[in-house]
């Protein structure tokens, strides 16, 4: 699907999110709000979380690209910072989804963005899951905080306090299994 597309479907449904609840936001509303018509939204969507799931991934692979995120490495503090940023710069988008109770939708975004499954070079590794979820955990309790600490303090909580934690337990558990290397792999 197009970034047209899931841009103009995105901005329709944040804009529509501000005046009412996405529950009662009816297909057509949306479509007349986007100028996009019904056939192409049921042939791209089964739901609005899906809307919300392709924009924060489309959002985040043009923030990637622009700040060459792929050239560092997952626990590298630019690109953790850099990470904490964009989820700064999407914080009345996400504080709407929260606040409608479809965090999930953003957690379905994660996963992909971890695993890399919309870009062809699928990781789907239990490494990759456990990124996904551990970052998204660390963004719900940042977001419900009201984003209390700023993007340094929490590139440092990340860097200094989580990756060297996780990075250990995850040699021992695994007996020099391999995981740990391919978590600091992970571009």
């Not at 392709?54 to 692979?61: G, L, T």
């Not at 699928?122 to 955990?137: Q, R």
């Amino acid at each position: 699907m197009s970034e047209y597309v899931i841009s103009a479907y995105g901005e329709a449904l944040f804009g529509l999110m501000k005046e009412k609840n996405i529950e009662k936001i009816t297909v057509d509303e949306l479509c007349e709000a986007g100028g996009i018509g019904r056939a192409t939204y049921f042939r791209n969507f089964k739901s609005k979380d899906e809307i919300i799931t392709a924009y924060i991934i489309m959002k985040w692979r043009a923030f990637e690209r622009e700040h060459r995120l792929k050239e560092h490495k997952i626990n590298d503090s630019y690109r953790v910072s850099r990470y904490f940023d964009f989820c700064y710069s999407m914080r009345k988008k996400n504080d709407l989804i929260i606040r409608q109770g479809h965090h999930g939708a953003i957690l379905s975004a994660y996963e992909t963005i971890m695993t890399d499954r919309d870009t062809g070079q699928s990781m789907d590794t239990y490494e990759s899951y456990y990124l996904a979820y551990g970052l998204f955990g660390i963004f719900m309790k940042w977001a419900k905080g009201g984003y209390a600490e700023n993007v340094q303090k929490m590139t440092e909580i990340v860097v200094e306090r989580l990756f060297p934690i996780e990075l250990s337990r995850c040699a021992t558990a695994c007996q020099g299994c391999g995981a740990a290397f391919l978590l600091l792999k992970k571009q």
